[in-house]
């Protein structure tokens, strides 16, 4: 179900949407973190957010108020609040929108998790990349700070709150949560094991929570309207999945951009009545529903679900075009919500070639920590690599199978499986395009990604 | 010759290691001014950041070898980056990169022969939503055509 919000969105666009000044009179900002300092306890607050069911925007999921409520205050070392915007997963591109154009909600949502949590330094981790976005965060702690909001007593309260903006230098793997302290720490960005998770080691090795740019900019609104009417927002509020959330649309269709709508929009309903259809008004191949590790859906692929008990029960039968998108519902359909940004590939496409530009990008980005991972990765594109040359036997493309599987579960990472899904995805849906390639029925030189 | 860095830089960086609690979390930051000087990490500026941070040389290099956005070698004037990942290249980054490299007169991960350009392309820039798109040193150009590739190209060349 469409349902359209303005709450990140309604200062898009507007002359100097992104200053202090637009941000207080079109959505009363800054009045929400006044009044959580003023008037709440930091537990009442961690409870509060509970309610919200915000599901973490970055793309586990995981529901942040109890994240937040993993804090635990130590006797000797401070705790900090890390805010992810390492935006790179490909097809990602809603946390941009937010730094670009409204960075205050970035800022008053890190106030109200510093105090949340215990922390009185928020580090900001934008990729290096985003250069507007670093200028117009920085931008927005400076107007904060020269009216109190920020500093040694925000709103008048004796609780101190800084924000910095930390940038990488191109890494993708910045983006999981350790790397980024690592990187934070001035390391190289490899992952550390889990445990110590960041709530008990993180920064400096103290107390840290570590929540996507989305999370953080949406808890100033939840909070406004209570964060009970907030998780009604959403389409599955019944099954913990709240509030509103960015969705963004991209390859081919029409009208590509990014979208504030209630949680539980279909596929169908992205492509056809955000989206504006598929170009040239061709039929949809596949989608990769969020972000390029989410393994594809095709649109024959029905939702399985005979269990009176299954959440997905009243889709059973249906297309999964025409399953709200959400945290757990994209889990029962054999693939993940992830960031939430969707991919569409038009018919026409070679999903081949497809899969051999992902395991390009998993090649360069993998780490090299752990071994199934940086040789796995590079096995699996130098394979394709061969099948698209017409070079590979059909042993080779059932080992594509063994390699993906053998990295699955056995890095310290997610990144692993970030590699795999999407390699099996692809190898077990599109199983005939890859057999044509060994029969060389099909050739490099005809296969495209952009059909016209 | 030793690295050192120009007196408003050097005021930038006693700035920066207020924002932390160890020196050596200032390393990436510092880099990035180092290189916004120098151009490329030289072994020069391994030493100075070692120096500065109280940091063996060994790490510095280790962290400069880790990110695709520090140097290791000089490049040109000017850096041009295309995005090839999958959502670029469904609305044609391959069109694009072809131009640049056409344009240029070399391949990517090159320069001109006259050191003003270097052309690289990229893994996702979270520009999906207007692709096929690169960036220009700090800019982000989007919705590319290859007239507009051309456009960009010229003016950067004068």
Redo the contacts between chains.
């Keep these: 179900m469409i349902k359209r919000t303005e709450f990140l969105s309604k200062v898009y666009g507007l002359a100097n949407g992104h200053s202090l000044d637009v941000y207080e009179r079109e959505v009363a900002g800054y009045a929400t973190a006044r009044n959580v300092l003023t008037s709440m306890t930091p537990q009442q607050v961690v409870d509060e957010a509970k309610k919200a069911n915000l599901r973490g925007r970055g793309g586990a999921g995981f529901p942040m108020g109890v994240k937040w409520s993993f804090m635990r205050p130590h006797p000797t070392k401070p705790s900090y609040l890390v805010i992810n915007a390492d935006?790179?997963?490909?097809?990602?591109?809603k946390?941009?929108t937010i730094m670009e154009w409204n960075p205050h909600s970035v800022i008053e949502g890190c106030i109200i998790g510093c105090y949340a949590i215990g922390a009185h330094v928020a580090y900001i981790y934008v990729?290096?990349?985003?250069?507007?976005s670093k200028a117009r965060l920085w931008g927005a702690i400076a107007e904060a700070k020269a009216k109190g909001y920020l500093g040694a007593t925000p709103f008048g309260k004796a609780y101190p709150v800084e924000v910095?903006v930390?940038?990488?230098?191109?890494?993708?793997i910045c983006g999981e949560e350790t790397a980024l302290i690592n990187?934070?720490?001035?390391?190289?960005?490899?992952p550390r094991l889990k445990p110590p998770f960041p709530a008990q080691a993180g920064v400096?090795g103290c107390p840290t929570t570590v929540n996507n740019l989305e999370t953080i900019a949406a808890v100033p609104s939840a909070f406004r309207m209570g964060c009970d009417e907030f998780s009604k927002l959403s389409a599955l509020h019944a099954i913990n999945d709240g509030g509103f959330r960015l969705y963004?649309?991209?390859?081919?269709v029409k009208k590509?951009?990014?979208v504030e709508l209630g949680v539980g929009p279909t596929l169908n309903e992205l492509i056809y009545d955000i989206g504006g259809g598929v170009t040239g008004d061709r039929k949809v191949m596949c989608v990769?529903p969020g972000g390029?590790s989410t393994p594809v859906l095709r649109p024959e692929e029905t939702v399985d679900a005979p269990d009176e008990k299954s959440p997905l029960h009243a889709w059973h039968g249906k297309s999964v075009f025409d399953v709200p998108l959400g945290v757990d519902t994209m889990r029962g359909v054999g693939t993940m919500l992830g960031t939430c940004?969707i991919?569409v590939?038009a018919e026409g496409?070679c999903p081949v070639l497809?899969m051999h530009?992902?395991m390009?990008?998993y090649r360069?980005?993998s780490?090299g920590q752990c071994t199934p991972c940086r040789e796995g990765g590079a096995w699996l594109l130098r394979t394709v690599d061969k099948l698209l040359d017409n070079n590979a036997t059909m042993q080779e493309l059932d080992q594509l199978h063994d390699i993906a599987n053998n990295i699955m579960g056995n890095t310290i990472c997610a990144f692993g499986e970030g590699t795999a899904m999407p390699a099996l995805g692809f190898l077990k849906k599109f199983r005939p395009e890859f057999e044509a390639y060994v029969r060389g029925e099909r050739n490099r030189k005809d296969a495209t990604?952009?059909p016209s | 010759m030793s690295f050192a860095l120009t007196a408003d830089r050097e005021q930038k960086l006693a700035e920066l290691l207020t924002?932390y609690?160890?020196k050596?979390?200032?390393?990436?930051?510092l880099?990035?001014l180092c290189q916004e000087q120098n151009g490329w990490v030289s072994p020069d500026v391994v030493d100075f950041v070692a120096r500065k941070?109280d940091?063996p040389p060994a790490?510095v290099q280790?962290?400069v070898t880790?990110?695709?956005?520090?140097n290791q070698k000089p490049v040109g004037k000017h850096q041009v980056?295309v995005c090839?990942?999958?959502?670029c290249?469904?609305?044609?980054a391959?069109?694009v990169l072809h131009q640049c490299e056409k344009k240029l007169g070399i391949h990517a991960g090159e320069t001109t022969s006259d050191g003003k350009i270097t052309l690289r392309t990229?893994?996702?820039?979270?520009?999906?939503?207007?692709?096929p798109m690169m960036?220009v040193d700090?800019?982000?150009f989007e919705n590319l055509t290859t007239a507009k590739v051309d456009e960009i190209l010229d003016r950067l060349r004068k």
């Excluded at chain 1, 935006?87 to 591109?93: D, I, M, N």
């Excluded at chain 2, 880790?66 to 520090?70: A, G, T």
């Excluded at chain 2, 990229?122 to 692709?131: D, I, P, Q, R």
Aim: proline letters at 4%.
């Design positions: 935006e790179g997963e490909p097809g990602t591109h946390d941009r990729r290096d990349e985003l250069h507007l910095y930390h940038t990488g230098a191109g890494a993708y990187s934070l720490e001035g390391k190289r960005g490899e400096y963004g649309i991209n390859g081919h590509p951009g990014v990769i390029s940004c991919t590939l496409t497809a530009n992902l390009q990008f360069h980005e780490c990604l952009t | 924002r609690s160890t050596m979390a200032a390393c990436i930051p880099l990035h941070l940091l790490h280790g962290v880790f990110y695709s956005l520090f980056w090839r990942t999958l959502p290249a469904l609305r044609g391959g069109a990229a893994e996702c820039l979270a520009s999906c939503g207007t692709a960036q700090q800019d982000y």
